[in-house]
C-alpha cells in the first residue's frame, strides 16, 4: 500500500477548463496583473472545486463494502505491483470509477430491475460491486478483465463484500470472451464499457451484432470526454483519438437513442430507439 492520493485533484484535471484556470492562476502570480483579477481567478477555481464537493455530498454516500474497496485502491502500490510482474499493466486510481459514477449505474440498474449485467474492463471492481448491490436477489454480474493479477486483486476486494459473490470475472481478452457469452445466447439487462479505449468500437459493435444486449436493456460507457480531448482539440490523453472515433460511430448509429452526461470523465447512455418510443 501507499499513501491516499488527492481524489478530487484527479477529478478535477478531467476538465480541460479547470487545467486552464490553474495555469491562469499561475501565470498571474508570476506577472504583474491586478489583485482583482487574481481574485476571479481563484473565485473560479474555488467555484469548481466547490460544484464538485456539493455534488459529492449530496449523492448517497457509498456502502461500507464500497468505501473500503475504493480506499483500498485509491492507496494501492499499482507501479510497484507492475515493476514486480505480477500486473501487465500500469494501472492508476485514475481508473476506479469513483463513487458519484457508481451510484449512478446503482440508479440505472435498480431503476431497470436488471437480472444481469456486463461488466467491460473490470479493473478492482468498483463498478461491478455496485451492480451487484442493485441487481435483482438472483442477479449476476460477469465481469471482464485483460490482466490475471488484476482480476485476482479485485477477487480479493470482492470478497469482502455482502454482494461480492453476485460477481463473476472472467480473465481474457473481451472480445474472446463477449463471444463466448453470445454463444451461450446470454444477454445483459446492463452492459458497462470501460476497458482500453481503442477497442470501444469493436467491442461496440459486438455487443449489437452478437446481441448481447438485451431487449430493454442500457449500455454505459465509460470516459467519452477523454479529459475534454475531444470538443477541446487538445491532446492532453494519448489515445484520445480513440474516444473521438468511436463517439462519432454512436452519434452516426441511427439504431440508438443517445445521451451524453458530463459526469467525471463523460457517460454515454445508450438504448435501442425501439426501447424508448423513438
Request: hydrophobic content about 35%; overall charge negative; charged content about 30%.
Amino acid at each position: 500500500m501507499s499513501g491516499k492520493p488527492d481524489e478530487d485533484n484527479l477529478n478535477h484535471n478531467y476538465d480541460p477548463a479547470y487545467r486552464h484556470l490553474v495555469k491562469a492562476r499561475e501565470i498571474a502570480q508570476k506577472e504583474n496583473v491586478s489583485s482583482e483579477l487574481r481574485s476571479e481567478i481563484n473565485r473560479a477555481i474555488e467555484l469548481y472545486q466547490q460544484r464538485h464537493t456539493y455534488c459529492e455530498n449530496q449523492t448517497t454516500q457509498p456502502s461500507p463494502a464500497l468505501d473500503t474497496l475504493i480506499n483500498e485502491t485509491l492507496c494501492y502500490s499499482w507501479r510497484d505491483t507492475h515493476e514486480r510482474g505480477e500486473i501487465s499493466y500500469v494501472a492508476t486510481p485514475r481508473m476506479l470509477s469513483g463513487n458519484k459514477e457508481v451510484q449512478l449505474i446503482k440508479s440505472i440498474t435498480s431503476a431497470s430491475k436488471a437480472r444481469m449485467a456486463l461488466e467491460i474492463g473490470l479493473f478492482t471492481g468498483c463498478a461491478s460491486l455496485g451492480m451487484a448491490e442493485a441487481l435483482q436477489k438472483d442477479g449476476r454480474v460477469v465481469s471482464l478483465e485483460i490482466d490475471k493479477g488484476i482480476g485476482d486483486l479485485a477477487r480479493s476486494f470482492l470478497d469482502k463484500s455482502p454482494a461480492g459473490h453476485k460477481v463473476e470475472i472472467i480473465v481474457g481478452p473481451a472480445l474472446e470472451s463477449m463471444g463466448k457469452l453470445a454463444e451461450k445466447k446470454m444477454k445483459f439487462d446492463i452492459i458497462f464499457m470501460d476497458a482500453n479505449k481503442d477497442g470501444y468500437v469493436s467491442y461496440y459493435k459486438t455487443i449489437f451484432e452478437k446481441d448481447l444486449l438485451a431487449s430493454g436493456g442500457t449500455l454505459i460507457v465509460d470516459n467519452v470526454l477523454k479529459s475534454g480531448d475531444p470538443y477541446s482539440g487538445e491532446k492532453y490523453e494519448s489515445n484520445s483519438w480513440a474516444i473521438s472515433e468511436f463517439n462519432e460511430v454512436v452519434l452516426q448509429d441511427d439504431r440508438v437513442h443517445k445521451v451524453m452526461l458530463p459526469v467525471r470523465d463523460g457517460i454515454y447512455l445508450i438504448r435501442r430507439k425501439e426501447d424508448t418510443g423513438a
